[in-house]
Nanobody, 115 residues
Framework: QVQLVESGGGLVQPGGSLRLACAAS????????MAWNRQAPGKQRELVAS???????YYPGAVKGRFTISRDNAKNTVYLQIDSLKPEDTAVYYC?????????WGQGTQVTVSS
């Protein structure tokens, strides 16, 4: 079995920064795509960043330039650096990894942007 555990969420003021981390553990042979999604209250879950095993990254327009995804394959960990945080970034952030050909999700970490 594979488990993903996120960390790094919290309360931050507008304009601040956060770094989220998500570590995978268990029976892992290969991790291809790693990604971060978020879900705000009353809204659908949306993709905010992804990174392939070849280090190709993708960001939707709403977060491009403020979000940076990276990965450490030795640690089976994906990171999300969020800068210039806005109140509309408030959401639960979930990591997702394709491990051994199957998708796994973390339990989510709350990010709240408020003064």
């Amino acid at each position: 079995q594979v488990q993903l555990v996120e960390s790094g969420g919290g309360l931050v003021q507008p304009g601040g920064s956060l770094r989220l981390a998500c570590a995978a553990s268990g029976s892992i042979s290969r991790i291809s795509t790693m990604a971060w999604n978020r879900q705000a209250p009353g809204k659908q879950r949306e993709l905010v960043a992804s990174i392939t095993s070849g280090l190709n990254t993708y960001y939707p327009g709403a977060v491009k330039g403020r979000f940076t995804i990276s990965r450490d394959n030795a640690k089976n960990t994906v990171y999300l650096q969020i800068d210039s945080l806005k109140p509309e970034d408030t959401a639960v952030y979930y990591c997702r990894m394709s491990v051994n050909g199957r998708d796994y999700w973390g339990q989510g970490t709350q990010v709240t942007v408020s003064s």
